[in-house]
């Protein structure tokens, strides 16, 4: 019944910017880490950014000082600020969620949503 519905995926130039976001809707309880993963055609799916409930947050070394992943647990969003974008950069991102759906759980479940497309090129 969980849903994660990314949005904000576009083309972009280089050097340019662009704010990702995903919403977590369904039977939610409670969210724990929420974090953004990249995919590029024929290539293995990598994590981009993660962030806890407390607001910690971790960084692939590639995205460091560029991207800035933030949520608002009102909201049961999480967003990825990218900035001078690049490249290699480009892939479908996709958003991930630990969440207890029920009380009865002992420990929350991965959710994926759907991705979305991130071109950056002239």
């Known amino acids: 019944q969980v849903q994660l519905v990314e949005s904000g995926g576009g083309l972009v130039q280089p050097g340019g910017s662009l704010r990702l976001s995903c919403a977590a809707s369904?039977?939610?309880?409670?969210?724990?880490?929420m974090g953004w993963y990249r995919q590029a055609p024929g290539k293995q799916r990598e994590l981009v950014a993660t962030?806890?409930?407390?607001?910690?947050?971790n960084y692939a070394d590639s995205v460091k000082g560029r991207f800035t992943i933030s949520r608002d647990n009102a909201k049961n969003t999480v967003y990825l600020q990218m900035n001078s974008l690049k490249p290699e950069d480009t892939a479908v991102y996709y958003c991930?969620?630990?969440?207890?759906?029920?009380?009865?759980?002992?420990?929350?479940?991965?959710?994926w949503g759907r991705g979305t497309q991130v071109t950056v090129s002239t």
């Open positions: 991930k969620a630990d969440i207890l759906t029920t009380v009865q759980q002992r420990m929350p479940g991965y959710y």
């Open positions: 962030i806890t409930s407390g607001g910690s947050r």
């Open positions: 369904g039977s939610i309880f409670s969210i724990y880490a």
